[in-house]
């Protein structure tokens, strides 16, 4: 699959010698340099973190951009998310952009920001706040049926 030229490369285990522990922190290290040590804004809107709760002195964001699951607190590592952290805030401050699809959608009682890369198969979820967007989560969209799903909804607000 050809990702788009701005689109950061992927980060590999085998970039730390198939060792958890070194990618861990390698991959912490780019959020870390996206999100903490530096501002990302969603069309001029601020984009914040969810520090709490602090695992192994890592941000929730985080966690919950490379694990998934259902449950939060038996959530497990995703390497494709893993692979995909660096791709993260590109997604975000690249609006606007043509390949990359944007609606709002309602979960619960908040009110969602979609960003899907759909050439790419990566959906960056973004959760309205009073005045900044918090940073969600961000995965990978390849099963059809999820895909089917995101186009139906996009499709449904673009009608709105």
């Known amino acids: 699959m050809a990702y788009p030229e701005w689109l950061p490369a992927l980060v590999l285990l085998e970039d730390s010698e198939g060792n958890w522990t070194k990618y861990l922190e390698l991959i912490y290290s ?4 996206d999100f903490i040590d530096s501002e990302t804004n969603y069309r001029g809107i601020k984009i914040a ?3 709490h709760p602090i695992r192994n002195n ?3 964001t985080f966690w ?3 694990t998934e699951g259902k449950e939060e607190n038996n959530r497990t590592p995703d390497l494709r998310r893993c692979e995909r952290i660096r791709w993260t805030k590109p997604i975000i401050e690249k609006i606007p952009e043509d390949s990359i699809k944007v609606w709002k ?3 619960h009682s908040e009110t969602r920001v979609c ?3 759909e050439d ?3 959906l960056v979820v973004l959760a309205e706040r009073n005045n900044y967007l918090l940073l969600w989560t961000a995965y990978c969209v390849t ?3 999820r895909k089917r799903k995101l186009q139906k909804e996009y499709e449904s607000y673009l009608k709105s």
């Open 64 to 66: 919950h951009l490379i």
């Open 120 to 122: 790419a198969e990566y």
């Open 115 to 117: 960003l899907w890369l």
């Open 58 to 60: 890592k941000e929730a």
């Open 49 to 51: 973190i969810k520090k």
């Open 30 to 33: 780019y959020f870390k340099s």
């Open 105 to 107: 959608n309602k979960r």
């Open 143 to 145: 099963e059809n049926h």
